[in-house]
C-alpha cells in the first residue's frame, strides 16, 4: 500500500490559504478501483479547508486520483454544498488504521464557490 501514498512533506503547492476549521463532511466513492467500495457513504470531519479542497482524516484508504462526492454542512448558512473531490495526496497514520486525505475539489460550481466563500470568511 506505501507504493499508492504521496509523502505530504512534498513542497507547498496550495494556491488559496487553509482555514483549520473542523466540520461534517460526508463522502462517497466514485472509482472503477475494485478494491474500493463504490458508493459507500462515510462520515468523517475535516481537519481544515480552502476554496480549492479539504483536508480529511478517515479509515478508509482513498488511492491517489480517486474521485469522491462531497457533501458539506454549511451550519451558519443552513444549507449543505455538494461538490467532486479527487485525492490528490495520503498519509497513513496509526498503523495503516486512519488515513489523513488531502481532496482537491473539481468542476466546482459557482453558487458552490459563493458558498464556501461564506463559510469560510463569514461574508
Known sequence: MSELIRDVGMEEKRREKRIKKENKLIFEVFSTDRNLENKKIHYTLTKDIS????NI???TFLPVDTLVKI???LPKMHKIISVRGKVRWV??????EVFEVGLEFVDTPHEVITSLIGHLYGI
Not at 476554496?51 to 479539504?54: I, S
Not at 498519509?91 to 495503516?96: A, G, P, T
Request: hydrophobic share 25%; proline share 6%; no cysteine.
Open 71 to 73: 457533501d458539506l454542512p
Open 51 to 54: 476554496l480549492g479542497g479539504v
Open 91 to 96: 498519509k497513513s497514520l496509526y498503523d495503516d
Open 57 to 59: 482524516r478517515t479509515d
